[in-house]
């Protein structure tokens, strides 16, 4: 097990590189130790919220919390960026999740927190049956307990690439939650055609009207729409008839979806 060294043993150079570099060893697992300065930390929220919507809101959360806990949130964003190709929107989601599990926890070190401390966090979004009769609670407990086991395998393992990483006790036999029913909408949710025809109809901006009649066109989702470019769109004839070919590049990767007149 390493432990600290003094300070009187080396100048303040060897002793910063130290300081940066140690690891504490605890039962065989490594942890991530992040370094605790301020200025850091603003350069590290700075680089995981570029680019992204609600940036301000996402850097005044992580200044909320505990800064070895903002640390230690940064390295990961980091960390996931370099082992996966990772979108804006689950970075943004990743943000706001780990931000809102130190603050039920009280800022207390992600290091310390025990497996109760997980399982009190997911318990706390199950609803009862009268609130919730579709139980779509459970997709989100689901959602948030596959962010906690990835987060905490870092945490745990930060030097082992990720698809080796064990899973820590921490999180170990947490199992994932099943619904009974196969879908949370019911047919009465979605609108018919005449329910877009009337919308269409009071729409107040053409711009609405232009995402809605491509949503229901393309069936993509809001963000893929949103990242469509004219470039995306190419126009094809197939005999004497034309018709669109439209790139769309999201959450299941790249897809063309034809559209005919």
């Keep these: 097990m390493r432990e600290y060294i003094s300070a009187a043993a080396f100048d303040t150079t060897t002793l910063k590189t130290i300081n940066e570099e140690i ?3 605890r039962n065989k697992t490594r942890f991530y130790t992040p370094p605790h300065s301020s200025d850091l930390l603003d350069r590290k929220i700075e680089n995981i919220t570029t680019d992204l919507l609600n940036f301000r809101d996402l850097s005044k959360d992580l200044h909320e919390i505990s800064l070895e ?5 940064s390295e990961f964003i980091i960390a ?4 996966i190709n990772l979108s804006d929107n689950y970075r943004r989601d990743n943000i706001r999740f780990l931000c809102a599990f130190s603050k039920y926890n009280k800022n207390r070190s992600f290091q ?3 497996r109760n401390d997980i399982i009190s966090f997911l318990d706390s979004y199950r609803r009862p049956e009268a609130a919730d009769p579709l139980h779509k609670w459970i997709g989100t407990y689901n ?3 596959t962010y906690l086991i990835r987060f905490f395998k870092w945490l745990y393992y930060p030097n082992i690439e990720s698809d080796k990483r064990p899973k820590p006790e921490v999180v170990d036999n947490i199992s994932q939650l099943k ?3 196969q879908f949370i909408y019911k047919p009465t949710d979605l609108w018919t055609a005449e329910d877009n025809l009337l919308f269409l109809k009071y729409c107040p901006t053409a711009r609405a009207k232009c995402f809605h009649a491509i949503s229901c066109d393309t069936g993509c989702r809001p963000h893929e729409l949103l990242k ?3 470039r995306n769109i190419s126009f094809k ?3 004497n008839k034309q018709y669109a070919e439209v790139l769309v590049n999201g959450k299941t990767g790249s897809r063309l979806t034809p559209h005919c007149s």
């Design 143 to 145: 959602l948030f307990r």
């Design 69 to 73: 806990n903002a640390l230690a949130i």
């Design 228 to 230: 469509l470019r004219i």
């Design 179 to 181: 619904r009974k029913e």
């Design 80 to 83: 996931m960026r370099t082992e």
């Design 23 to 25: 690891m504490v060893d």
């Design 112 to 114: 310390t927190m025990t």
């Design 237 to 239: 004839n197939a005999g």
